[in-house]
């Protein structure tokens, strides 16, 4: 498995699938960089992403807004999206907010990957 | 934690980074950029912009996130439009509901882009700019609380880029005094200059005196490592040091040969009616009345009008009276030519420590050593002296010589004192 670390956010592809490890917390600066993460993941052919939140305690707001951008480039390039192991407080706050609408949660990496070996096309947002 | 808990934390935490945000004066477009951010992630919308007035009509958008590149940059607004939504009471207008006749005039492209709120940013009584917000990710219809959480947010936005304005507008208007501070000046130094060549036209055998004066203290204060508003003090002085002249009897300062005794007192009067003219005025560079009045006193004591020595002498005054005695000898008088080079230079080393200041007289020759040996941008001081003065063979090594001596005297007082 190779993992890049590429502006400083750790991934790694498995077959067509992104894995990208979000932060401890996930505000202006680290959302970007997974943004932009995930971008070039998906320019470079990936039909899926797995954001993993292993690491992550605290999602603030400019969080939640650099996600739903991902949530919407993925979207358009017909690519699905599954969160993984998220801490009990931000699968409240995702679930709150309406994110976890248009995302697919999963407890570890593996799930993640099961779960997109079933792809289903995600529901289009409006 | 109960739902309702967890999003007033998270309402909370935005706002305090909001608050945070809009306090920042740096860069102005990611502050907007950021709050846009932040508003969005509080209710996770997805999409919006921020369009702020660049003048009383039109308005651009600072920020967009999650619309489409097609989406429009620029609105206008009418008058009549404006003073429509400055008297709507609701924080936010719906897209699809309003009556508004801006939003009338622009339904088609917000609809299209997935706008449905929009949300003038009124500070002040004056509309700085619009919030365009698209629906909420849960696809729930907005509620009252949501409203209030826009209505905070959007206050806050609409403040940051107000005072982002006001900074803006201040800096501007620095700039403009800045301009017309150095305008002044140059205005202040043109008719100091003119006054020079008033003083100067008076005396009709040293015309150009004070001008020379004036660059020749400049050149050895700027020599001396004399910062540039110093230097442009000094060369203020050296037009002005003379401007006693104009009270001087015309006769007097004209005669042809040596005056006697009573005219001679009535001519040592010109340095302190140059210190009364100049006095009263608010000078933008400081001890020009002092420069003047002291340009005449000598180390020793034995100048004039107070006999003042050494350390009493301000050191501008030491240096304007240089200038004056090195351009009086290198001109032409009634009754006598210009003295040679060598002979100024014997003059100077006689009179160092005595009558001139050693450090102003080895400042000098560095300068125009520098001049003539190639090692200064212009040669200010060899036009002012004109074609063939500094010529000779000796010049370099007659102002070498002269730098040494003084320079080893000066060092062997520091190391005796």
């Not at chain 2, 696809?139 to 880029?161: L, Y």
């Not at chain 2, 040996?373 to 036009?383: C, L």
């Amino acid at each position: 498995m190779d993992i890049s670390t590429g502006a400083t956010v750790k991934s790694h592809c498995v077959g067509t699938t992104a894995i990208v490890y979000a932060s401890d917390y996930l505000n202006k600066l680290t959302g970007e960089k997974i943004e932009r993460e995930c971008r070039r993941q998906l320019d470079s052919g990936c039909r899926a992403l797995v954001i993993d939140f292993a690491d992550t305690q605290l999602v603030n707001s400019i969080g939640i807004s650099i996600l739903l951008g991902i949530i919407d480039i993925a979207e358009k390039s017909g690519a699905q999206v599954v969160f993984s192991d998220v801490n009990n407080q931000t699968i409240q706050l995702f679930d709150m907010l309406g994110l976890t609408r248009h995302v697919a949660l999963a407890k570890n990496e593996q799930e993640a990957l099961s779960t997109l070996s079933g792809f289903n096309p995600m529901p289009t947002l409006h | 934690m109960e739902a309702s808990t967890h999003k007033l934390i998270h309402t909370f935490g935005a706002l305090a980074d909001l608050g945070q945000e809009v306090a920042n004066t740096g860069d102005f477009t990611e502050m907007v950029r950021t709050s846009l951010h932040l508003l969005l992630g509080t209710l996770a919308l997805r999409r919006g912009a921020v369009a702020e007035c660049n003048d009383l009509k039109n308005l651009g958008c600072v920020a967009i996130w999650g619309l489409d590149h097609t989406f429009l940059k620029e609105f206008s607004v009418t008058e009549q439009e404006q003073s429509e939504l400055l008297g709507i009471e609701s924080p936010a207008l719906l897209v699809k509901e309003s009556n508004a006749s801006f939003l009338q005039r622009y339904h088609e492209p917000l609809i299209a882009g997935g706008i449905e709120l929009v949300v003038p940013m009124i500070v002040r009584r004056e509309l700085t700019g619009f919030v365009l917000l698209g629906g909420k990710a849960s696809g729930e219809e907005f509620s009252a609380d949501d409203f209030e959480t826009i209505r905070a947010m959007v206050r806050h936005i609409g403040v940051g880029i107000h005072t982002h304005r006001l900074i803006e507008q201040v800096a501007q208007r620095a700039e403009e005094n800045r301009r017309l501070y150095e305008e002044l000046r140059a205005i202040y130094r043109d008719t100091v200059r003119a006054f020079a060549a008033a003083i100067d036209i008076k005396d009709k055998y040293t015309q150009g005196h004070s001008e020379r004066v004036g660059r020749y203290s400049e050149i050895i204060a700027r020599e001396m490592g004399w910062s540039e508003d110093e230097v442009e003090g000094i060369q203020i002085a050296g037009y002005l040091h003379d401007v006693g002249k104009l009270v001087v009897d015309r006769n007097i300062i004209n005669a042809p040969y040596h005056i006697d005794a009573k005219s001679s007192s009535e001519l040592n009067r010109h340095p302190v009616a140059g210190y009364e003219i100049l006095s009263p005025i608010n000078h933008p560079y400081a001890d020009i009345p002092l420069m003047a009045k002291y340009h005449h006193e000598r180390l020793d004591g034995r100048g004039y009008p107070d006999g003042l020595t050494d350390e009493q002498i301000p050191l501008g005054a030491k240096i304007v009276s240089l200038a004056d005695s090195f351009d009086a000898m290198t001109t032409d008088r009634p009754y006598r030519r210009r003295r040679s080079f060598e002979d100024v230079i014997r003059d100077l080393r006689e009179n160092s420590g005595t009558q001139f200041e050693p450090k102003v007289v080895v400042a000098f020759a560095r300068a125009i050593l520098n001049e003539i040996s190639g090692n200064a941008k212009e040669r200010r001081i060899v036009k002012m002296l004109g074609k063939g003065y500094l010529d000779g063979e000796r010049v370099p090594l007659l102002l070498t010589d002269l730098i040494a001596e003084l320079d080893g005297n000066l060092q062997s007082t520091a190391a005796g004192s």
